[in-house]
């Protein structure tokens, strides 16, 4: 099993529209995680870090299941500039990142 | 405060040739590390140093060397290019493990190995 494995997408939703998406990772132990959000194969920028149940910035939200093993990404009312890749993160000695979920949001 | 940079931003290579890819950053991080972005791959890791002087092999490292020349540069090489390492590069730099933990990246180098 990998470490980390996500839902590759795509996810085509409209403008205003919520999507969410889920990342399962291996490691029971791993106590923190993050998603990153990759625009065009540009380099990848954190969008927001998991500590304990959850957490929210705005219209992002992530919750973390830890008996189930997975976080998952909400995103509110969806704009233009929501398309991205978002990849999921799980840390160790080094950082495991998912595949990455695509995300594409239409006027 | 330039972050993480790199060159060069684009290279085409023809098979059996040898170039080097630099990486800098100016944060002052310990940990740094190399990666390639393939369609569909994800992010796999090919080397990282936890700090100056140590370096260890990823998930990828075959075809590749690395140095760690002081603090601020990690540099890639690539003995002997092959198709099979067309890719982005990324490097990366990382805060710290705990609580900040964040990565960051440079913009990449775009190779092509004819």
């Known amino acids: 099993r990998k470490e980390v494995e996500q839902d590759p997408g795509p996810f085509n939703v409209p403008e205003g529209a919520t999507v969410a998406f889920n990342c399962t990772y291996s490691?029971?132990?791993?106590?923190?995680f993050f998603w990153y959000r990759q625009d065009c194969r540009k380099e990848p920028k954190l969008l927001m870090s998991?500590?304990?149940s959850g957490n929210e910035d705005g219209r992002f939200t992530a919750q973390l299941n830890r008996a189930s093993q997975y976080i998952s990404l909400l995103i509110r009312d969806s704009k233009l500039s929501d398309s991205a890749t978002y990849l999921c993160?799980?840390?160790?000695?080094?950082?495991?990142f998912g595949a990455g979920t695509t995300v594409t949001v239409r006027a | 405060n330039a972050g993480v940079t790199q060159t060069p931003k684009f290279q085409v290579l023809k098979t059996g040739q040898s170039m080097t890819l630099q990486c800098a950053q100016d944060?002052?991080?310990?940990?740094m590390y190399w990666y390639r972005q393939d369609p569909g791959m994800g992010l796999r890791l090919i080397y990282y140093?936890?700090?100056?002087?140590?370096?260890d092999k990823g998930e990828v490292p075959n075809g590749y060397n690395v140095s760690r020349l002081n603090k601020r540069e990690f540099s890639l090489r690539l003995e002997s290019a092959a198709p099979s390492q067309t890719s982005v590069y990324f490097c990366?730099?990382?805060?710290?493990?705990?609580?900040?933990?964040?990565?960051?990246f440079g913009p990449g180098t775009r190779l092509t190995v004819l």
């Open positions: 990366a730099s990382r805060r710290s493990l705990g609580a900040s933990d964040t990565q960051y």
């Open positions: 490691n029971s132990a791993s106590q923190s």
């Open positions: 998991v500590y304990s």
């Open positions: 993160v799980v840390p160790r000695w080094k950082l495991s």
């Open positions: 944060m002052n991080h310990n940990s």
């Open positions: 140093s936890a700090s100056e002087g140590t370096t």
